[in-house]
């Protein structure tokens, strides 16, 4: 199984980015599928996560969606801020993706 993000890169603060978790192989375990960042310095945070089927995000700005043909989740990010610089990483089970830069100018 692997994971590969996409969707990063530079924006100004008050927009939007959308990233994509694509997942090959046979195994999409929703459930506990889920974002995670890094900003330099600090330690990785959860973002957004799927349990019992269910997304939910820690930042109202942000939503985490899927779709289940392509074996794709999404976060769909509004509003960014600065402070929402980090490296984005999507976990699935044990594995986890390279991650994908945003970053945020003000």
């Known amino acids: 199984v692997q994971l590969v993000e996409s969707g990063g890169g530079s924006v100004q603060a008050g927009g939007s980015l959308r990233l994509s978790c694509a997942v090959s192989?046979?195994?999409?375990?929703?459930?506990?599928m889920g974002w995670y960042r890094q900003a330099p310095g600090k330690q990785r945070e959860l973002v957004a996560t799927?349990?019992?089927g269910c997304g939910s995000s820690n930042y109202p700005r942000f939503a985490i969606s899927r779709d289940n043909a392509k074996k794709t989740i999404y976060l769909q990010m509004n509003s960014l801020k600065p402070e929402d610089t980090a490296v984005y990483y999507c976990?699935?089970?044990?594995?986890w993706g390279l991650g994908t830069q945003v970053t945020v100018s003000s």
């Open positions: 976990k699935m089970g044990a594995c």
């Open positions: 192989g046979r195994t999409f375990s929703i459930n506990g």
């Open positions: 799927f349990t019992s």
